[in-house]
């Protein structure tokens, strides 16, 4: 490769030169400081330095010639005010004086609303114990759960409760050892109706429930948890889609409250 020409290199120099020149415009610009041809690297660094140490220092309400340890002080007093002053710190206060008031307050705020006496004094556990006992009477008292009542009673107002809103919506419960029972009334002569059992996870429950349906030679579909009937649903032969819409919200409603349940299904052969 060919050396370049005196009139190439100083051609190639200028070019570098404004390139330069316009890069450190275009920083100074979005530092907002006053571009400067023919200064340095080193000139045009101090002096933005300098014009953001003093806009920071005129934010903290300092002088703009503060030192960037006098800028420090002034961000973690007001960092201080920011996140202490709720709480009765001062921008004078250690972080750990300032921890212990927002501490002091919160706990005294804890104690106020779970009924802790007295409120600036009561320790974390005592809170905690009360804040429980009261979360536990909440929740059990829509369902008729004693105020007193532990977390197993509480749940099992719980499991009575839901118990009876899916036998109120589906009707009343019957024996276990007839659930899924051929109706021969109501079978037409020369069909036969042929029974099996699926185990699935609440999970499973809803795909399962629509695959079956798709079949189109169910009859009846009873979903048991144990020996519970929970759902006994007779089926209209080829009825599917929109028309079952109902239904399938309850299923899936059902299968996000219970672990595990048999699928029973009468089938038309």
């Known amino acids: 490769m060919a050396e370049p020409t005196p009139e190439e290199q100083a051609q190639q120099e200028r070019i570098e030169a404004q390139v330069e020149e316009q890069v450190k415009?275009?920083?100074?610009?979005?530092?907002g400081a006053e571009p400067r041809p023919g200064e340095s690297w080193d000139e045009m660094a101090q002096r933005i330095e300098?014009?953001?140490?003093g806009e920071m220092a005129t934010w903290l309400g300092m002088q703009p010639g503060a030192?960037?340890?006098?800028?420090?002080?002034?961000?973690?007093?007001?960092?201080?005010?920011?996140?202490?002053?709720?709480?009765?710190a001062t921008p004078s206060d250690s972080w750990e004086t300032v921890g212990r008031?927002?501490?002091?307050?919160?706990?005294?705020?804890?104690?106020?609303?779970?009924?802790?006496?007295?409120?600036?004094?009561?320790?974390?556990k005592e809170i905690?114990?009360?804040?429980?006992?009261?979360?536990?009477?909440?929740?059990?008292?829509?369902?008729?759960?004693?105020?007193?009542?532990?977390?197993?009673?509480?749940?099992g107002h719980y499991r009575t409760r839901i118990d009876e809103e899916l036998s109120q919506r589906f009707g009343r419960e019957r024996p276990a050892e007839t659930a899924g029972q051929a109706e021969e009334a109501t079978v037409s002569e020369g069909e036969r109706i042929r029974r099996?059992?699926?185990?699935?996870?609440?999970?499973?429950?809803?795909?399962?429930?629509?695959a079956l349906l798709h079949e189109g030679n169910i009859r009846r579909v009873v979903i048991k948890q144990g020996d519970r009937v929970i759902v006994d649903l007779p089926l209209t032969l080829g009825v599917v889609g929109t028309v079952l819409a109902p239904q399938l919200a309850a299923i899936g409603a059902i299968a996000a409250l219970i672990a595990e349940c048999t699928i029973v299904v009468e089938r038309v052969e």
């Not at 800028?71 to 973690?76: L, S, Y």
């Not at 099996?196 to 629509?210: D, I, M, W």
Request: net charge negative; glycine share 12%; charged share 30%.
């Open 25 to 31: 415009a275009e920083m100074e610009q979005q530092a």
């Open 50 to 53: 300098q014009q953001i140490r």
């Open 67 to 88: 030192t960037w340890a006098e800028v420090g002080q002034g961000i973690e007093s007001r960092t201080k005010a920011a996140f202490g002053g709720w709480a009765g």
């Open 101 to 124: 008031k927002i501490e002091a307050r919160i706990r005294e705020g804890a104690a106020r609303w779970s009924g802790a006496e007295p409120v600036q004094e009561a320790d974390w």
């Open 128 to 155: 905690g114990r009360r804040v429980e006992a009261r979360m536990r009477s909440g929740l059990g008292r829509p369902v008729g759960a004693p105020a007193d009542a532990d977390w197993g009673t509480v749940a």
């Open 196 to 210: 099996e059992e699926f185990h699935v996870s609440g999970s499973e429950l809803l795909a399962r429930f629509k």
